[in-house]
């Protein structure tokens, strides 16, 4: 830390008064009645769930009722807001669950030299330390506090839903200190923040572009993509013509696409073109603005005619996705700019789109096959939407109620034969997949015929493997032909450590380790010498769950130790519940059931348990009630409507429903609920609310 003659503004002149140290004792003293605090995080509250599961933990040991608002803030927030000596370097995120009027009164308006500021209902709080600005609103130079706050306010979007992010004019003071700033920084490390304020201006001078690149080139040489900042130069580089900027694009490669977008050239066309043709998702996106700019402008024909030289390329399916979602993206954008419509306005459209496009004969197949995929989801808003606001629907789509009601008739005709033998993005972000898991407790042959086949297919990644093996798996109609297609990829990649904590499907190493047992496959034996090794250290919590493939005692006996040993629970649990009810052969949900209020057992860990075997023949592996997933909230009902079930039990289904963002945060549901789907959940609460 500074001595007392060199302190940076607003920065403490103490060790022992650090601004970590501050914080906490300010943290210490908060708490009332009806609201708590939970203590400083470790590394064990990574993520927001990780807080609601502890603040479950902490209500049960205070005594504190369960309406009890409370806030707290988790692991990754932490580091990214306090420096090794404790200093803020970034304003801290506060996390809360309850009421947000008594989380906003408890918190106050934060420790001396900082502040709390609210960010809404559907936010967290944000404490920062106070700073001043001078008469121009420019903050001192020398306090990083200040200059961090005025460069946040500068990044801050106008409109985060457009593709290109906007952001509002620089005053000429703004603009002048920026370039001063800029002038007087000694490394790209400290100018990139000033280079990236004016650059997204279209500010940076030609002058001080050169003297960046060269600082690039001698600081970053032989790794220039490791600069976090070279989009901007890059930018710049193209914007002012200089020589220099396709020698820089050809070593960066695929990943400048995105830029090269922002700066329509013929040249540029070309080399995005290239890369999509080679099989790189990412430049898709830009390829199709690229080719709308310079040859076609109408987005369907567009994207016609790109997927014609795609197919021809022999490109993966993952191409053909990102160009139907850069589709949709186009047109919708097109639709806000020639109508002045808001975000939400623009949801509408493109759900109408997306319903659309899947008849669109001017589209090839390939296309309207993802268009009728995507809108599955989309159909029910279209028709409730529609049929809502009757008139107002035309101005909100440009499409009458009747025309929006028959494009959704077209869709349902078409529906079944365009999703016949499909499946979802594997590659996608496992959220969107654990999304569309309920849609898979009963398989359709044609569903086991498209998830064999992806076994199968050795471009199949650990996701998507995990995925579909535990689909198969589950409903019992893997077999020992899916063993023998994982066995020449198992030792070179399936022993590769894959996190599965947040998905419904476990690691496919263990699920593939069950079937080989259960199959009587002769690699059992050679996959569970592989287990019994000491390395690799992360398989070792994962270990255990392969005991359900070959339910016995022994196994039973060492999952029981393991959980009520407190250690960290990655499906030890479930798994011994689904054991012991195989080896009992009754049914899990009342093994689960007998276990509630067993001492040593967590019970926010036997609720997660309770809802996730409702059906054994499909388990949910996710490590926490998932309040957004519909598959959660439909066997939350099933529990809470059990007749087999204690008291408990069934109020334990009850109060998960109640909780379940279907009904308090719809907008945080993937899709977002109709309206209907809405007055349905609640009207099965007010049947089954006393």
Sequence with gaps: ???????????????????????????????????????????????????????????ATRGLDDTTSFAYWHWQSHQRAFDRSGALVHELMLHWGGDHAVVAGGLGEGPAGFRVVDGGSRGAFRLDRITHRDGTGMPDPQDPSGVRQFLDGLDEPVDRSGHVLSYRPLTAAEEAWLHERLRGSADLSGAARFATALERRDALTSDETVRLLRSWREEYEGRLAEWSTWKVLLHALLRHHHGEAWDVVATLGAGASGVLREVPSERGLEVVRAYALAGDRAAIAGWLALHRSLREPDAVRAAAALAQELTAHDAPETSLRALYTALTGAVTADWRDASGADHRTGRSFAALSEVRFSTDERLPRALRVLAAEAARDRVAHVREEALRLGPGYTALTGTDTAGALAAADRYESARDDLLAGTGPDLTSYEGALGDIWHRYRALTDADVRWLRDRVADPATGMQGMGFCLELLHSHGVATESEVEALLPRWKKELTKKYRTTYTEWRHPLVTLTCLAMETGHPAADELLSWWAKPRPVWKNELRLLTHLGAPDEAGATELWDHVVSGAHDVGQLMAWVLLRARLDKEPPLLVADRLLGSPGLRSHDLQRVLIGVTDPAQPLWHYATDLRSRGWWQRAREVAEHPGLSPDARAIGLHVAREHHLLRHPDQLRPPPTEAERAAAQAWIDRHTP
């Design 1 to 59: 830390m500074n001595s007392p003659d060199t302190t940076l503004p607003g920065r403490s002149s103490t060790r022992e008064r650090s601004d970590l140290t501050h914080v906490k004792a300010w943290w210490r003293g908060l708490g009332r009645s009806g609201f708590t605090v939970l203590p400083p995080p470790n590394r064990s509250r990574y993520t927001q769930s990780d807080g609601h599961e502890d603040a479950a933990e902490i209500f």
